[in-house]
Nanobody, 133 residues
Framework: QVELVETGGGLVQAGGSLRLSCASSGDTLTKSSVAWFRQLPGEEQEFVSTLIWHADGATSETTYYSDSVEGRFTISRDNAQNAIYLQMNNLGPEDTGVYYC?????????????????????WGQGTLVNVSS
């Protein structure tokens, strides 16, 4: 069973950076696809980024980002630490919200499934990111 814990949220000024971490205290994340979602104030939870693990072993991992964070955020993983990260640069007040990491061991036929929150079985409790203007 995968149990995820996010850290790294906090208060930052606009234009600043934060690095969110997500550690698993249970099973390894090595053969899981992982993602970050966020919930902005007054809005539904939305997709931020995913890092897809390919079961064939011959394909390098695929990453996707939402349009709103493309070019500013970077998702990565450290298998030795059993953790995933979200490096967030050039933050703006519109990025303020609660950020969640998620993981799934399932392999989907289409990459589009990894953009959906119901595709993930393990979730962290969330970490608050507050960007001041």
């Amino acid at each position: 069973q995968v149990e995820l814990v996010e850290t790294g949220g906090g208060l930052v000024q606009a234009g600043g950076s934060l690095r969110l971490s997500c550690a698993s205290s249970g099973d390894t994340l090595t053969k899981s696809s992982v993602a970050w979602f966020r919930q902005l104030p007054g809005e539904e939870q939305e997709f931020v980024s995913t890092l897809i693990w390919h079961a064939d072993g011959a394909t390098s991992e695929t990453t996707y980002y939402s349009d709103s964070v493309e070019g500013r955020f970077t998702i990565s993983r450290d298998n030795a630490q059993n953790a995933i990260y979200l490096q967030m640069n050039n933050l703006g007040p519109e990025d303020t919200g609660v950020y969640y990491c998620a993981a799934t061991p399932l392999v989907y036929m289409s990459d589009s499934f990894y953009f959906r929150k119901d595709s993930y079985s393990a979730w962290g409790q969330g970490t608050l990111v507050n960007v001041s203007s």
